[in-house]
């Protein structure tokens, strides 16, 4: 036992040489994720508020040709709620498609000549031409197509409102013309105004249906788990070693590779927590000055802060199979490159099939079946079951209780056959 308090020691004063810059480089790190959130956020912020250069930008081509068309165009522009996500551009033809394949432009429409003239004169068969650039198998031409089937459905039955109210007013008695051409333009206007005020016509709800997270609280997760497992890289200069004649010396004077593992162990779990004791209280108060709101920590009677901090306590036994995880990565290196390029490599690949940068709705079916199989996928679910009021987390929390005692006795395993290599 005393022999693994001061072999222990003796680790913790060797990687806290290290500490310094290792917290300068997972601030550094966080301070990169923190600024692309931010950036995020405020673009949608932006656009909220209408900033010029947030707006989609849509190209008119043609509009010239009525000036009635014209009118219209920025008329739609001005009493349009949607104005301030909303830009329009009248350009040339050849004006418009440059600026759409430099992605200056979001959409163009074209025109045809006399198409308001046609329009007046009952004349349907001119149509305008909607150009959007390629991205893919995507959603957005079937959200085209239906948005371009609504409309053609509302001003068909606009039409149709029209003319029956001229045949209400003929049945009613009235025969002057431009009385009922009158009431026919007051109809025509009602509708416009009502179909352009789009904020009346619907109401933007939240519901977050019980187990799920918002997507800020989803990504708050992902960013935490990333940085854990990149810790791990960081450290690892500190771990793998290419010499093993000390290992096999404390090996020959009775210290064998379970006291070796555990002692190793243990100063990387405090490595790591010290990491957090620091990074984590100025994160929470990063992340409490963002535009972005985290729902299940916003709430309660506790502040975001607390929350945040409470959220970072519990997420602990993530620590503990992270570090378990990355005692084994470093046992099956035999070079400090090939070590840190397996460490980031396995890193990167279980944070994506765990939902990391991608949340696993939107993964193929493959990757769903096998995330929960993964240490970094029950890693995953712990922090989202953890931010979840009234859901049980003991099922994930045994996982990774489990996981950690199984990764330490593999290390464990690859140890004393290193040793029995070296010693032979």
């Known amino acids: 036992m005393r022999q693994l308090i001061i072999y222990t020691e003796l680790q913790i004063k060797k990687v806290f040489r290290t500490y310094p810059a290792m917290l300068l480089m997972t601030c550094l790190l966080a301070l990169i994720l923190g600024a692309m959130l931010y950036l995020q956020s405020s673009k949608a912020a932006s656009t909220m508020t209408g900033d010029e250069d947030s707006k989609a930008a849509i190209g008119i081509v043609g509009s010239d040709s009525s ?89 068909g039955q606009m039409e149709s409102a029209s003319y029956a109210l001229a045949d209400f007013y003929t049945a009613s008695g009235v025969t002057s013309a431009e009385d009922i051409s009158d009431a026919q333009t007051d109809l025509l206007y009602m509708s416009i105004r009502k179909l352009l005020s789009r904020s009346q016509m619907f109401t933007l ?4 249906t019980a187990g799920t997270l918002t997507i800020e609280s989803y990504y708050l997760c992902a960013m935490f788990l990333l940085l854990v497992l990149l810790t791990g890289v960081m450290c690892a200069g500190n771990y793998i070693r290419t010499d093993h004649s000390i290992e096999v010396l404390l090996h020959i004077r009775g210290f064998h590779a379970f006291s070796q593992i555990v002692s190793e162990y243990l100063s990387l779990v405090l490595f790591m927590l010290l990491l957090g004791a620091v990074f984590m209280p100025a994160s929470g108060l990063g992340l409490s000055k963002m535009p972005i709101v985290f729902s299940e920590l916003s709430s309660g009677t506790h502040g975001f802060f607390r929350n945040y901090l409470f959220f970072s306590l519990k997420a602990f036994p993530v620590v503990l199979m992270a570090a378990a995880l990355d005692l084994l990565l470093y046992e099956l290196a035999d070079s400090l490159i090939s070590g840190v390029l397996l460490q980031f490599l396995a890193s990167v690949l279980l944070a994506y099939l765990s939902g990391v940068f991608y949340p696993l709705s939107s993964l193929p079916s493959a990757i769903r079946v096998l995330s929960p199989y993964l240490p970094t996928g029950q890693a995953m679910l712990y922090l989202r079951k953890s931010l979840i009021r009234g859901n049980s987390i003991l099922i994930p929390l045994v996982y990774l209780l489990t996981e950690t005692a199984v990764f330490i006795l593999l290390a464990i395993c690859l140890r004393k056959r290193k040793l029995s290599w070296s010693h032979a």
């Open 205 to 208: 709800r939240r519901m977050k």
């Open 67 to 155: 000036p009635y068309l014209k009118m219209g165009i920025r008329l739609l522009q001005n009493l349009d709620p949607s104005k301030v996500a909303v830009r329009f551009q009248q350009l040339s033809h050849k004006d418009a498609l440059a600026s759409l394949k430099k992605g200056k432009l979001n959409a163009v429409i074209i025109i045809p000549e006399g198409l308001t003239d046609k329009l007046l004169s009952g004349d349907v068969s001119s149509k305008m031409t909607l150009i959007l650039p390629d991205s893919g198998a995507s959603l957005e031409p079937l959200l085209i197509r239906e948005l371009s089937a609504c409309v053609s459905v509302i001003i």
